[in-house]
């Protein structure tokens, strides 16, 4: 397994994130990893590792609060989520297009990575979108299993609990992972609207005017999301050409998928039916494009 680089990213004064470098024999294009709610980035390396095989110079990163972006007691560490794409997620794709120039630009969006991309401002440097089991997080649309207990984290539980911590600690709970204050109450106000946070931060135009082509694969078993949550969340980028794809375990020939166990390393004979054949595609539309 190839040890990737690490690098430090200063995002905003007093505001630095940590991302790690992959580097391809015969590279074709970059991708970049941008990870689900609360989960660091050391989780996708086995999958990076793979890409980077594949030929892909890969960067993977942890937006400021989680994982190894973490700098001081989360306590006392302000951001929120609009933060990550303003300033983390812009970082790691400037970074990326000015050390690679030459390569089509990929974004690999696990869940809210590929919620925020309409925020990035400098997203339209991005040549193609792959949204992995990214779906909106209006709690009325999630699995009948989860409605109650999401009416409990965000009515209950986390208007008490931020309060009396200074940031959510959903380790401890066995909920999402710990995040900063902000970027957990600005999730629970997207989480409670309809339209998720394209409605709760009146971001409809801005979505709307996103162009990047997107493929979008996600999971018939996934715990989190329903068809609707998916279908809502990427209808919001109108003007965006788009291929959506419904997987079964069946179909490639597994008990689950679900929402985050394709990434771990024990579904790696999957990576090649799951995905290559979506990034092929992706790259060659960019390339085409050209």
């Known amino acids: 397994m190839q040890q990737p680089k690490r690098i430090t990213l200063n995002t905003a004064p007093e505001r630095d994130i940590v991302a790690y470098q992959w580097q391809a024999e015969t590279p074709r294009a970059v991708i970049i990893m941008a990870p689900a709610m609360a989960v660091p980035q050391a989780y996708y390396q086995h999958f990076c590792n793979w890409l980077a095989a594949q030929g892909f110079h890969v960067i993977s990163f942890d937006y400021y609060g989680i994982g190894a972006s973490i700098d001081k007691p989360l306590s006392q560490l302000s951001t929120s989520i609009t933060d990550w794409a303003t300033y983390d997620a812009a970082a790691i794709i400037d970074y990326a297009t000015s050390n690679y120039p ?125 068809e609707r949550n998916i279908t809502a969340m990427h209808n919001f980028y109108k003007s965006a050409v788009q291929q959506r794809h419904l997987i079964t375990p069946e179909q490639i020939g597994t008990r689950r998928i679900g929402h985050f166990s394709v990434f771990r390393p024990s579904y790696q004979a999957h990576w090649p039916e799951l995905f290559q054949t979506h990034i092929e595609k992706a790259l060659a539309s960019s390339l085409s494009r050209d």
């Open 102 to 226: 030459q390569f089509p630009l990929l974004w690999f969006a696990h869940s809210i990575g590929g919620q925020l991309f309409g925020m990035i401002p400098n997203h339209s440097a991005v040549q193609h979108m792959i949204t992995v089991a990214t779906g909106t997080g209006f709690w009325k649309d999630t699995k009948p299993q989860l409605k109650y207990k999401s009416w409990l984290l965000w009515r209950a539980i986390t208007p008490w609990l931020i309060p009396l911590r200074g940031y959510f600690p959903g380790r401890a709970l066995g909920i999402v992972g710990n995040v900063p204050a902000a970027a957990m109450q600005q999730w629970r106000r997207w989480c409670l609207h309809p339209d998720y946070l394209v409605g709760a931060e009146n971001l409809y135009q801005r979505y709307a005017e996103v162009q990047t082509p997107i493929t979008s694969l996600a999971f018939s078993d996934d715990e989190l999301l329903t």
